[in-house]
């Protein structure tokens, strides 16, 4: 194949003003002759990574504006580096959406497929929450958790939501969807670092939030 794509969708509207690709992780043979691109749901583009590092056969890095360096080879460290093209294109547009990140093949390789493994989104924006909502809505157990964590609403959601984990230091965990008319969701824990954390619900007019501890 030519192409591979991988597609994360954003539920909260807001207005974007700092973007970062921390994770894009995969395997071909012949890293050079691949082309990433990521795609927001205005229809920009902005190609991450053109064409480069030699013969290598994996990559696993991270892309910022304001990394340090652009990119080093091989590029399988994990390190953040500055895209071909900044990502300040998408400043200023609306995060909601579909975002899709395109492995475009410019070259053929040495035979063999590839994979897109993993790929994350990072973003700052001023988010269109209208209020915040009654807590007692919603209950997380159990707390202290080890294994899994419950959320379970008092009535169906009337629109989908985000679900956002945050360590103490106020970093992003993990995000996951709840869909339309759900009232539960189960978030595994079991990999979380012990410690205090912060879960949130966000629907399109209303942010809940609860803390928990991973022991």
Not at 25 to 39: M, W
Not at 102 to 107: N, R
Request: a negative charge; aromatic letters at 8%.
């Amino acid at each position: 194949i030519n192409t591979a794509s991988s597609t994360l969708t954003i539920l909260a509207a807001g207005e974007i003003n700092d973007l970062q690709v921390p994770v894009v992780r995969g395997t071909y043979p012949g890293v050079n002759g691949l082309r990433f691109i990521l795609r927001s749901p205005s229809g920009t583009e902005v190609v991450l990574f053109s064409r480069n590092c030699g013969l290598t056969n994996s990559f696993n890095l991270g892309f910022d504006d304001d990394a340090p360096s652009a990119i080093t080879c091989p590029p399988t460290s994990g390190g953040v580096h500055q895209p071909v093209e900044p990502l300040a294109a998408f400043n200023g547009e609306d995060a909601q959406g579909d975002w899709r990140l395109t492995v475009d093949v410019q070259d053929p390789g040495f035979g063999g497929g590839g994979s897109l493994d993993e790929w994350q989104l990072e973003f700052c924006s001023l988010v269109n929450t209208t209020e915040i909502g009654d807590n007692s809505q919603i209950s997380i157990f159990p707390n202290p958790v080890k294994e899994a964590l419950n959320i379970e609403l008092t009535q169906p959601l009337a629109n989908a939501a985000v679900i956002t984990i945050y360590n103490a230091q106020g970093q992003v965990i993990t995000t996951q969807a709840m869909a339309q008319q759900r009232d539960r969701l189960v978030i595994p824990t079991a990999t979380l670092p012990s410690g205090v954390y912060l879960v949130s619900l966000l629907t399109d007019n209303q942010l809940f939030t609860k803390q928990f501890v991973r022991f």
